[in-house]
Structures are given as structure tokens and as C-alpha cells.
Nanobody, 127 residues
Framework: QVQLVESGGGLVQAGDSLRLSCAAS????????MGWFRQAPGKEREFVAA????????YYADSVQGRFPISRDNAKNTVYLQMNGLKPADTAVYYC????????????????????WGTGTLVTVSS
């Protein structure tokens, strides 16, 4: 059974940085795209970033492009989201996700379907 466990959330001030981690377990992750989503209070969950197993061609939402680089360490089955220049609008529960399909297109994960999900980690950015 696939398990995704996020960590690294917390309370920070605007302009600060945080790094989220997602440790995956339960099967091989070779060939599987992984990503991050977030859900702000009162809003629907939205795509943030995704990365291929190879680490190439990361894909970002416009709202975080240039601020939230995504990376992964396949030896540790871990994906990271480095969040820089945080804004109050970035306040949300952040979820790790893994594609159920192997070798899927990195942009396809943005639809938020056909994924395994973590339980989330809360990021709160104060002004």
C-alpha cells in the first residue's frame, strides 16, 4: 500500500522560506511522477508543482512559478517543495501526490485525478 507522509509545514512570516518533504513508501517509485497540491481555507484543492521520476521537466502553477522549486531524491523516495518568498496567499494545507500511472505525462498530474494522496501539512503565512 502506497503511503505518502508530508512534513515541514509551520507558521512563518511573509517573505520567509520553508521546505516541505514527502516521504513515499509501499512500492517502487521508479517511473512515477510526484507532485504537490494545496487547499486554502474555503477553497478547492489546487495544483502547485510536479516532477518526473527523472527530475526533469518540472511543471508549476503560475502562482508559484519561480518561487517554489520542486525536486526529488529517488534514493530516498522523497520529493521536496522549497517555498521561497512566502505570501499570506500561500497559506494552505499542502498535499503530496503520486501518479498511479507509471511514466505518465508530468502535466497530467495537474488535473488531480488518478493519484495517491498524503494527509497534508499546514503552512500558515502571517503578514
Amino acid at each position: 500500500q502506497v503511503q505518502l507522509v508530508e512534513s515541514g509545514g509551520g507558521l512563518v512570516q511573509a517573505g520567509d522560506s520553508l521546505r516541505l518533504s514527502c516521504a513515499a513508501s509501499g512500492r517502487t517509485f521508479v517511473g512515477y511522477t510526484m507532485g504537490w497540491f494545496r487547499q486554502a481555507p474555503g477553497k478547492e484543492r489546487e495544483f502547485v508543482a510536479a516532477i518526473r521520476w527523472s527530475g526533469g521537466s518540472p511543471y508549476y502553477a503560475d502562482s508559484v512559478q519561480g518561487r517554489f522549486p520542486i525536486s526529488r531524491d529517488n534514493a530516498k523516495n522523497t520529493v521536496y517543495l522549497q517555498m521561497n518568498g512566502l505570501k499570506p496567499a500561500d497559506t494552505a494545507v499542502y498535499y503530496c501526490a503520486c501518479d498511479r500511472a507509471r511514466w505518465g505525462a508530468v502535466a497530467a498530474i495537474a488535473a488531480g485525478t488518478g493519484l495517491y494522496w498524503g494527509t497534508g501539512t499546514l503552512v500558515t503565512v502571517s503578514s
